[in-house]
C-alpha cells in the first residue's frame, strides 16, 4: 500500500510510512482575555486536522519524486494539494507543515524522515 500527493496533474506515491501516526484534531478556536479579564472562547469552524507520516527506508528514487513535489510542484507550504492515505481516505487542501529537511539519508542510499501535513480549513 502507498499512500498519495497530488497537485494538478503531478503525484507523488511513497511507499506506505512505517508507523503512520494516523491523524491529530484540534479544536479551531480563537482564545482571548477581554478588558476585564474574562477569559473568551470562540469556535471558527471545524477542527484542524494534522497527519504526521513517518517513512523508513524510503528508495533513492521515491525520496527524488518526494523532493521534485516539495521543492517544485508544491515549493514547501505555499501551495495545497490532495493527500490519499493509506486506507484510500482522500483530504483535500492539505499543506505541508513540516519535516523534510531533516529526511537523512543511511547506508544503502535509502531516506528516513517525518513529514506533518495540515488541512487547510482555510481554502
Not at 521543492?71 to 486506507?87: E, L
Not at 492539505?94 to 529537511?101: A, E, V
Request: charged share 20%; aromatic share 12%.
Amino acid at each position: 500500500m502507498s499512500v498519495f500527493f497530488t497537485r494538478s496533474s503531478t503525484e507523488c506515491k511513497l511507499s506506505n510510512p512505517t508507523w503512520p501516526e494516523g491523524e491529530e484534531s484540534s479544536p479551531n478556536q480563537t482564545v482571548g482575555i477581554s478588558d476585564g479579564g474574562a477569559l473568551k472562547i470562540a469556535r471558527n469552524g471545524e477542527d484542524e486536522v494534522l497527519v504526521r507520516l513517518n517513512f523508513v527506508r524510503l528508495t533513492s528514487a521515491e525520496y527524488t519524486v518526494l523532493s521534485s513535489f516539495m521543492k517544485s510542484t508544491i515549493t514547501y507550504s505555499a501551495y495545497t494539494f490532495q493527500y490519499q492515505d493509506w486506507n484510500q481516505v482522500t483530504r483535500n487542501n492539505m499543506r505541508y507543515m513540516s519535516g523534510f529537511n531533516s529526511f537523512k539519508r543511511e547506508r544503502g542510499g535509502r531516506y528516513n524522515g517525518t513529514l506533518v501535513l495540515r488541512e487547510d480549513l482555510g481554502v
